[in-house]
């Protein structure tokens, strides 16, 4: 596939001009007589602005007229070097959730193409990198914490304390950006590279923007042939001093107060927004709620603090007008932000519905918020129910009972407006590591399907031997529900009608605690004990390498792994393809709230934010990038059938990519 770009409409341009300048190396020299052509991209496609030709020190200068929206890159083919592609981000425009920025000089590298490949990874076409926003602008923002575009050296993020040397993303940056300079001089080495980055089924890519591009989508390919052959390069340092499991590129965030983070939800414009179990090293409430930008900065006057947050956990949600709810377990309630972050609830919280120690939380098609009551995991068997605030009021509170309801943890909405509440059933999770951890695996639970009328169906409880400790729900867009039991190491696939579609089954000491489904129906599945992240095949088949069926891991069998991650109890997919993680556990024993949040850059299909109610792919093909996703009016009926333990299948064959209580804070 050649990825040069069309001639193709852009946005119109404004009053801003260049020229750009910059400089085109190539392992560690300037690279002469290289065609350097400056492109935007936006939904409307790409467009070429302007070229010019490198002279002796590798220079250049394009003058341009800036359009108004989308982003900016450049790339550079010498001459001599037919397989060379390099790639560089330019400018980000206005639309994202990350301030738009210009670069006047640009410096055009291996360096900077790995992390432009990599950030834009789901934006780049045959024609090009093109899409629409917030996602295109945010991946393109993204880049500079990869690289400086400047000084083409690595950027801010990824050399700063809470990366750099702490994981090993800087170092495989660097060792992804060896392997593109070994086609500088068109060499043996550079075909091994291009065969290495094949996909199995596919097409020998044919420059080193698109085998870059095939190690995003495709991260199990050849580490460790490709690590042989990086080896052989030095023009970037540090480099890793092992093959890795996968070609992962994760950043981690911190700021103050994001501590033992709880669960993330994504407004429209991308920032993430998280709970915080406990205040830093400590596990006292935390009062805070953080916001970040798409590329992890601090905005909003975050953390925030108000509104009767005491403790957040695992109840997060943007709703359709913007606003955002998230559980204070503490507190007995929910708390209520505008979309600036400003306290909408009272100063205790709102408890309308007999709240007691909330959990999950979901907004549905017509901005009823959704509340799974959990009653803490210390009572008797069958407590607890659902609360419903008729489009977002608390006044008009409704308490949804029967069905099975016992303990509930997690709610989502599939595309009919039914909500699928996860009950977790009675503790579990407390035996962990203690004299009485033999009796893990005895304990079961069930799933709630509740109508839109607020009644449950008639076919709930749905039960399976599969569900011990179920906690995390995620729909597909084929509206099959996928939930994951923390101590039967499962992932369970139930068909829209409620029955078992499917049991697939990690590694024993993964204890997942969360699910997530991409834009490609592939499901993502967040480990607690073993900290790392699973990716299985989901129902659309077709977005799996080939010979892939529905619970293949396409990710390595342990997961995708990096220093960066702890234990983890959410995983959630932006609208620019990038995953991101809570860590909130750093340690097992003593109890120690994680640090930060955790991006994985470019791995999954994006996903429309805030997610109302099922995953579907922003598009350019319609007027907006997002449109109404109620599937249908009747939803399917049938009874569930359950599912023996010993039918569970494992995950499948290695796929490759295209505390005070320890209950009460997650």
């Not at 852009?10 to 350097?36: D, E, I, M, R, W």
């Not at 450049?74 to 994202?96: K, M």
């Not at 304390?161 to 500088?184: I, K, P, Q, R």
């Not at 695996?441 to 599969?466: H, L, M, Q, R, Y």
């Amino acid at each position: 596939m050649v990825l040069g770009a069309a001639n193709v409409p852009a946005a119109a341009p404004s009053a801003g001009s260049g020229p750009l300048h910059g400089t085109v190396t190539g392992a560690g020299k300037p690279l002469q007589g290289a065609q350097v052509t400056l492109f935007a991209g936006s939904r409307s496609g790409v467009r070429e602005l302007g070229r010019a030709t490198t002279d002796a020190a590798g220079s250049f200068e394009i003058p341009y007229a800036r359009p108004a929206a989308g982003v900016l890159y450049v790339e550079a083919t010498p001459a001599d070097a037919r397989r060379l592609r390099l790639r560089s981000v330019v400018a980000v425009g206005e639309g994202g959730g990350a301030p738009a920025r210009t670069a006047s000089q640009v410096r055009v590298n291996e360096l900077t193409t790995v992390a432009a490949t990599y950030a834009l990874a789901q934006f780049t076409g045959p024609h090009g990198i093109d899409g629409p926003s917030p996602g295109l602008q945010n991946a393109a923002a993204t880049t500079f914490n990869l690289v400086d575009p400047v000084t083409g050296k690595p950027g801010g993020v990824v050399t700063d304390a809470d990366n750099g040397t702490t994981n090993e993303t800087l170092a495989t940056l660097n060792t992804l950006a060896n392997l593109v300079s070994l086609c500088v001089s068109d060499t043996t080495r550079c075909e091994s590279l291009l065969r290495l980055a094949t996909p199995p089924g596919g097409i020998a890519p044919r420059d080193t923007a698109q085998a870059v591009l095939n190690l995003v989508r495709n991260p199990t390919l050849s580490p460790a042939g490709l690590y042989d052959l990086a080896r052989t390069s030095n023009h970037y340092a540090p480099a890793l001093t092992a093959p890795p499991t996968a070609w992962i590129l994760a950043l981690r965030y911190t700021q103050p107060d994001l501590y033992a983070p709880g669960r993330i939800a994504f407004d429209a414009k991308g920032n993430v927004w998280t709970s915080n179990n406990w205040l830093p090293g400590t596990r006292k409430a935390s009062p805070y709620v953080s916001v970040l930008d798409p590329t992890g900065r601090p905005i909003l006057g975050s953390p925030i603090q108000g509104g009767g947050m005491k403790g957040g956990d695992w109840g997060a949600a943007v709703a359709p007008d913007g606003t955002v709810w998230m559980s204070s377990y503490g507190g007995n309630s929910v708390a209520h932000y505008s979309a600036t972050g400003t306290p909408l609830s009272p100063p205790e919280g709102w408890r309308n519905g007999g709240l007691v120690h909330p959990q999950g939380i979901a907004v549905d098609q017509r901005g009823n918020v959704w509340i799974a009551n959990n009653y803490g995991l210390e009572t008797a068997p069958g407590l607890g129910d659902v609360v419903v605030y008729p489009h977002g009021d608390p006044s008009k509170a409704i308490k949804v009972t029967g069905g099975g309801l016992n303990h509930p943890f997690a709610v989502q909405i599939d595309g009919f407006g039914r909500a699928w509440v996860s009950n977790a059933g009675l503790g579990g999770a407390q035996l962990v590591n203690t004299p009485l951890a033999p009796l893990i695996g005895k304990f079961g639970g069930s799933v709630t399907v509740i109508g839109p009328d607020f009644k449950p169906t008639a076919n709930s409880p749905i039960e399976s031997g599969s569900f011990k400790w179920p906690l995390g729900i995620a729909i597909d867009s084929k509206n099959n529900a996928w939930l994951n039991s923390y101590l039967s190491n499962a992932v369970t696939q139930l068909a829209p009608n409620g029955s078992v579609a499917g049991v697939y089954k990690l590694p024993e000491t993964t204890l997942p605690w969360s699910v997530a489904v991409d834009g490609s129906d592939r499901v993502w599945v967040a480990g607690f004990l073993t900290p790392g992240v699973w990716t299985l095949c989901g129902a659309t088949t077709s977005a799996c390498p080939p010979g892939s069926t529905t619970g293949t891991i396409l990710s390595p069998p342990q997961g995708f792994k990096n220093k960066a991650i702890q234990h983890l109890t959410a995983v959630q997919i932006d609208q620019s393809g990038n995953v991101w993680l809570a860590n909130n556990w750093s340690h097992i024993l003593p109890p120690t709230g994680g640090t930060g949040l955790v991006e994985l850059i470019g791995l999954a299909t994006p996903v429309c934010t805030p997610l109302t109610p099922v995953p579907t792919r922003p598009s350019s093909a319609t007027p907006t990038p997002c449109t109404n996703r109620i599937t249908a009016a009747d939803p399917p009926t049938g009874e569930q059938t359950g599912t023996d333990p010993s039918t569970v299948q494992p995950g499948g064959t290695l796929g490759s990519l295209t505390p005070e209580r320890r209950p009460t804070v997650h």
